[in-house]
């Protein structure tokens, strides 16, 4: 069945489009939430350069000092699309559930990061620190009539129109996808500016490998009077820069194979010719001494890229109908793109090309505000966003972190995330000498309830840590190994 649809080129970013909206399972992901005000973790700095580590010193064990991987999505949960029957014996598809639950732009993203080597240290007021990291990242937008347009064809929108007495077109335009691999080499500074403030940045030098970047979705819906035909206008243009060509779409076939040999991922994991720039900027205010503000602006950057490129703009107009969910999950269906695929096959004007192109990095936005009532106790309040395709996206999460001993920390926490509520965070670092191992998830519950899963995160890590600040020191921070 696969073989069948991935085989014909004109194929290719279409099905894209739809697996990266359809499937939404269970894995874990990464949000910042919860570790931001973990400072016993040297890895919170990732979230806001600002704020100084407790550590004066750390190592970051290579590829495991830090590994995240996740996924979010804005729109609906597995239980709004699978249902059990009254009798609790069966399951079945509801479509019109799942249309109900999305607003009117959502949002899917995907992440894997893992350090290949973190250090930093103190000199007296300052912090230095230095990270290498490996980053695959998927984002996605697609708007609510989108998916409406895929469930019910162009039945909603003709009936729409009947009953405003006008046309109803359907809203496309904000269908974007951004898909990428590159390298950071990052290096942090930091300093206590006054007795209040602390501030630092991070300058990034970005590696770029691979990306696929649709740059242009223009989608337009027209419907024919008196009768149920949809006509989709598309005007599409998708850049690539990949591990193997594509070009040209027309020579790919049921025969063709894309072979990758140890000389190709050699040379694309040392290409050096896809570059960027990024930094992360961010404060701490004392305002008291109970009383801390935190901003922070992360993945300020974007990439340039050059090598292997390929360009594809898609022109053309076909006719739909719709698609019936209930088919994906059918034990006698043996295709159910095979209609689409048939409908669209030989209609769009492929025009390829080899043009550099520019993509900017996702920026993430946090704000917030802790409380300290004592050496051992800090509560805090946080509002994070992240920018894509020209909405904002945001999770709002309140936290109670504990050093329970001089070795052990450790964090609860409760999110709103894409205004889904089913999200408790915890967080813990156990210190046994110099060796720290710390893991951080931002939704504890998703793994116990799988079929409310929308967003989750894992965060892990191995650390050497050393040099915390005597008693004595003025500007130390009240938790003290």
Do not use: C
């Not at 000199?123 to 347009?149: A, H, P």
């Not at 223009?218 to 949809?230: A, D, G, S």
């Not at 503000?293 to 993945?299: G, N």
């Not at 509520?421 to 504890?444: A, C, I, K, R, S």
């Amino acid at each position: 069945m696969f073989r069948n649809i991935f085989s014909n080129p004109r194929n290719l970013i279409f099905v894209g489009v739809f697996t990266f909206i359809l499937l939404n399972q269970p894995v874990k992901a990464q949000y910042y939430n919860t570790i931001y005000w973990m400072q016993g973790i040297p890895q919170a700095s990732y979230s806001n350069p600002g704020i100084q580590p407790n550590a004066g010193f750390y190592l970051g064990f290579p590829g495991v000092s830090s590994l995240y991987l996740g996924l979010s999505h804005s729109g609906f949960a597995p239980e709004d699309l699978i249902k059990r029957n009254e009798n609790g014996t069966s399951f079945y598809i509801d479509d019109q559930a799942m249309l109900e639950k999305l607003e009117r732009s959502n949002f899917l993203s995907f992440d894997f990061q893992t350090d290949i080597l973190g250090f930093g240290f103190r000199s007296k007021k300052d912090y230095i620190s230095f990270n290498i990291t490996e980053k695959v990242g998927t984002r996605m937008g697609y708007s609510r009539d989108f998916m409406r347009l895929l469930v019910d064809g162009n039945d909603y929108f003709l009936q729409q129109g009947v009953d405003q007495g006008d046309d109803v077109p359907a809203e496309l335009g904000r269908l974007s996808l951004d898909a990428i691999h590159y390298r950071e080499f990052g290096v942090g500074y930091s300093r206590q500016w006054t007795e209040w403030m602390t501030a630092g940045i991070r300058a990034k030098a970005l590696q770029g490998m691979g990306n696929v970047f649709f740059e242009k979705t223009n989608l337009n819906l027209t419907t024919k009077p008196n009768n149920y035909e949809l006509l989709l206008n598309a005007d599409l243009l998708v850049n690539t820069s990949l591990l193997f060509q594509l070009s040209p779409l027309d020579s790919i076939g049921n025969d063709t194979y894309f072979e990758v040999d140890e000389e190709d991922l050699i040379n694309y994991v040392t290409n050096t010719k896809n570059l960027g720039f990024a930094i992360d900027v961010g404060a701490n205010f004392k305002i008291s001494d109970k009383f801390n503000v935190a901003f922070s602006i992360i993945d300020l950057g974007l990439i340039d890229w050059k090598s292997d490129v390929e360009n594809f703009g898609l022109q053309g107009e076909f006719e739909f109908t719709g698609i019936d969910f209930n088919d994906f999950f059918g034990e006698d269906n043996e295709d159910p793109f095979e209609q689409i695929i048939d409908s669209i096959q030989g209609v769009f004007d492929i025009e390829e090309s080899t043009n550099a192109y520019r993509t900017m990095l996702p920026p993430k936005f946090f704000l917030s505000a802790a409380y300290s009532p004592g050496r051992k106790h800090k509560f805090a309040l946080l509002a994070r966003g992240e920018y894509f395709a020209g909405t904002i996206y945001p999770s709002f999460t309140a936290s109670y972190n504990l050093q329970v001993a001089p070795m052990l920390g450790t964090s609860v926490s409760y999110s709103v995330i894409h205004w889904n509520y089913n999200n408790v965070g915890l967080g813990l670092h156990l210190n046994l000498g110099p060796l720290q191992v710390y893991t951080v998830v931002d939704n504890f519950l998703g793994g116990l309830r799988p079929h409310t899963l929308q967003t989750a995160t894992v965060h892990f890590g191995l650390n050497i840590v050393a040099g915390y600040r005597q008693k004595t020191d003025p500007t130390a921070p009240s938790i003290r190994w």
